[in-house]
């Protein structure tokens, strides 16, 4: 697939789905000659959707292969959605996001959406987690995350719309995530303002 992806010299939006794959060893490995640099190739949208069997550990597998072979990509929009995998599938040992700075350079992204409507969202841990990463997005929307509580959501909100967060988000949106209410999302939108956008 990487050696595919990388002789589509005019690509500008790449979209992946991945469903009930396994990650396995490669069968035709690259010469370093074909491999394009690091974040060396700019295209407008990358959208990838990973269905898997509800293991952390398999998505994951997948996910981090595709560190590899997207490294060189530095997209404008990136957009995530995942399918019976757990949000934590996209977090790295060392609390870094996917799409990272070390594979794809999110200070180009300046939009970034979550479709994960049936990812377990584990908000207690996301203070462990590097939310530097998201220093150049200006935009960020959780969409049909229907396993998203409002401890969650409140706690992103104050993770990355609080002042002195390091984050420049111009909006926070939740779309249809169905445990959120209105009657929450008022709330934060009395302590944050514009910023926090949402429809239910």
């Not at 949208?45 to 560190?67: E, F, G």
Request: a neutral charge; one cysteine or more.
């Amino acid at each position: 697939m990487a050696r595919a992806i990388y002789l589509a010299g005019s690509l500008q939006n790449l979209n992946l789905r991945l469903e009930n794959c396994e990650a396995g060893p490669v069968s035709s490995p690259l010469d370093a000659a074909e491999i394009p640099a690091p974040h060396s190739f700019k295209i407008q949208t990358l959208k990838i959707t990973v269905r898997a069997d509800n293991s952390k550990s398999t998505a994951y597998n997948i996910i981090h292969q595709l560190h590899g072979a997207l490294s060189y990509l530095l997209p404008l929009v990136v957009d995530i959605s995942l399918d019976r995998c757990p949000f934590e599938t996209l977090y790295g040992e060392n609390g870094e996001l996917f799409p990272d700075g070390s594979s794809i350079k999110l200070h180009i992204a300046r939009s970034l959406r979550f479709e994960t409507p049936r990812a377990d969202f584990y908000a207690s841990s996301w203070s462990y987690y590097s939310w530097t990463r998201f220093s150049s997005i200006h935009h960020l929307c959780f969409r049909n995350c229907d396993k998203l509580t409002e401890y969650g959501a409140k706690s992103l909100a104050n993770k990355l719309l609080t002042p002195g967060a390091n984050v420049d988000l111009q909006s926070l949106e939740f779309t249809r995530c169905k445990r959120v209410s209105e009657e929450c999302l008022l709330n934060l939108h009395d302590d944050f303002g514009d910023k926090l956008k949402w429809t239910i």
